[in-house]
């Protein structure tokens, strides 16, 4: 393949960690709200979706464009099926984004209590997950991308805690079940994060070994 073909590549690459970085600040914004139960930075994520949206489409645009043109075979016609896919998963970990920030937003409209579930622990594991998976990106890192895939259960197993301690709470207060049930969706929206990012790092592994380690299968 001709110079310029390479140059696409690498520019697609970068628009693709561009992309990554702007997530990556949308979703440390919704868990600032979170944290804060700050209703006007929600906003702000909610509002800022967009530009996520924006940036997807383009890339997606681009990858086909070059799909077209050049007509790559092996490890590049990996790569640009893979960068399709890379693409569409942050797109999604916007909306997560966006998710937890709707939760925020109503959350804080209503009756304040005592209690709390601390989510910092699950946004951390959730944010390192994705870091790594960009990462393992950047650097073609297959061992940094395995471990991302190790990493799902710890999200998982604190996604149940919140879902018992929150059932208590909903016990406690019935009057209040609708309170409690968003506080408990922000853990799903972490979950799928989580989900999210291990899609991402399965996806670099297919672009480094031309395997498909999906739901545990090899091609």
Known sequence: MSAYFQKELTEIKKKILTLGALVEKHIQM?????????????????????????????????????????????????FLIGGIKINNELERIGDQAVNIAERVEIIARQKKYNFVFDYSKMVEKAQNMLKMSLDSFVNFDLDLAIKVLTLDDEVDFIKKKAYDKIKEAVNTHTDSAGYFINLLLVSRHLERLADHATNIAEEVIYLIEGEIVRHGLKS
């Open 30 to 78: 919704a868990a600032e709200a979170l944290y804060e139960n700050d209703a006007d930075l929600a906003g702000e994520v909610i509002r800022g979706d967009y530009e996520i949206d924006e940036m997807e489409v383009k890339i997606e645009e681009e990858c086909l464009k070059v799909l077209a043109l050049y007509q790559p075979v092996a490890s590049d016609l990996r």
